[in-house]
């Protein structure tokens, strides 16, 4: 597999401290990445975009979240907290971060995901679907 690279598509209405932050946590792990600001949509609710240079999200996943932490899961959910993380300028933080892999494969995080949310999203297979947690099932789920 290819050395992981990876975009940030911040949204340009927030302030872009935590997508800077997680954009220098991957580079200090030795990954490529960099961080473009999204112009703001009328109407829609900001997210942050995460593009994945990779066709095959698990072993992208498991390979560039191990560089941040000792478990995979742990290093994703790292990420995607510093994403989310409120109260900076008093802004309001993203309402959720959007993994999308080369396929077109898209795994939608939200603030409120347990733990074992992100041990699944590591090895999930999403081959262009599009995948959002569900809470009563406790498993993603193709949307």
């Not at 975009?7 to 954009?23: C, G, K, N």
């Not at 309001?92 to 077109?104: C, F």
């Not at 041990?119 to 193709?142: F, H, K, N, Y």
């Amino acid at each position: 597999m290819a050395d992981p690279e990876v975009e940030i598509f911040w949204p340009s209405s927030l302030p872009s401290a935590p997508a800077l932050e997680q954009r220098d946590a991957l580079r200090e792990a030795g990954v490529t990445a960099t961080c473009l600001l999204r112009p703001t949509r009328r109407g829609a609710a900001d997210a942050v975009l995460v593009l994945l240079t990779s066709a095959v999200l698990e072993p992208f996943l498991s390979a560039l979240f191990q560089r941040l932490a000792e478990e995979a899961h742990k290093g994703l959910k790292a990420f995607v907290d510093g994403l989310l993380r409120d109260g900076r300028d008093g802004a309001v933080p993203p309402e959720g971060v959007v993994v999308e892999s080369a396929t077109g494969g898209r795994v939608t995080f939200t603030a409120d995901l347990p733990e074992q949310a992100y041990e699944q999203a590591v090895g999930l297979e999403v081959c262009g679907d599009r995948w959002i947690w569900d809470s009563r099932r406790a498993m993603w789920t193709p949307a």
